[in-house]
T-cell receptor, first 111, second 115 residues
Framework: AQSVAQPEDQVNVAEGNPLTVKCTYSVSGNPYLFWYVQYPNRGLQFLLKYITGDNLVKGSYGFEAEFNKSQTSFHLKKPSALLSDSVLYFCAVMGRRALTFGSGTRLQVQP | DAGVIQSPRHEVTEMGQEVTLRCKPISGHDYLFWYRQTMMRGLELLIYFNNNVPIDDSGMPEDRFSAKMPNASFSTLKIQPSEPRDSAVYFC?????????????FGPGTRLTVL
């Protein structure tokens, strides 16, 4: 069975600084990896996905993620954090069409 | 498109009562998923359908939970009888298999409180 680990419950970063939200995965076969963001009292919104091809995937709102097969990681990154990025982020892996989510990481961007 | 629609947005009920949550997927989508989110267990898949047929219900916690999809534009998740430990946010999501491994689109969720 596939699984995803987000080792940090919360990440703090200063506004304007680069940010990284970590994710590692475990899956048999090729990994299909996703990042979602959850705003308060709302459902999840898709940010980006890795299916195949280039290891650096670009997504919405300036976010990108780097797939690293040898480290089984799919870290979310952004060059310059905004205050509005302070929400909850979920990494997920797909198996047979359904998603298995990590526990989530809350990003806190400080002025 | 209005996106995935869920109703009600909030539901408060008493233990033992029947609860029905409703979902309208995005038109044209052929997969529909029900998830539950709690602080203790995070986001967990309950069941999913393909072309209105249940494919995997291994995440349904127990027989008190049932889900149906009578047509391509409507699904229900029913809890009977409800218990306080069922209190959670329930999300519906849909996706389209025109291309493989498409992202899922989530509804706003139903926050269920069982007293």
């Amino acid at each position: 069975a596939q699984s995803v680990a987000q080792p940090e419950d919360q990440v703090n970063v200063a506004e304007g600084n680069p940010l990284t939200v970590k994710c590692t995965y475990s899956v048999s076969g090729n990994p299909y990896l996703f990042w979602y963001v959850q705003y308060p009292n709302r459902g999840l919104q898709f940010l980006l996905k890795y299916i195949t091809g280039d290891n650096l995937v670009k997504g919405s709102y300036g976010f990108e993620a780097e797939f690293n097969k040898s480290q089984t990681s799919f870290h979310l990154k952004k060059p310059s954090a905004l205050l509005s990025d302070s929400v909850l982020y979920f990494c997920a892996v797909m198996g047979r069409r359904a998603l298995t989510f990590g526990s989530g990481t809350r990003l806190q961007v400080q002025p | 498109d209005a996106g995935v629609i869920q109703s009600p947005r909030h539901e408060v009920t008493e233990m033992g009562q029947e609860v029905t949550l409703r979902c309208k997927p995005i038109s044209g989508h052929d997969y529909l998923f029900w998830y539950r989110q709690t602080m203790m267990r995070g986001l967990e898949l309950l069941i999913y359908f393909n072309n209105n047929v249940p494919i995997d219900d291994s995440g349904m916690p127990e027989d008190r939970f049932s889900a149906k999809m009578p047509n391509a534009s409507f699904s229900t998740l029913k809890i009977q009888p409800s218990e306080p430990r069922d209190s959670a946010v329930y999300f519906c999501a849909s996706s389209y298999t025109g291309r493989s491994y498409n992202e899922q689109f989530f509804g706003p969720g139903t926050r269920l409180t069982v007293l």
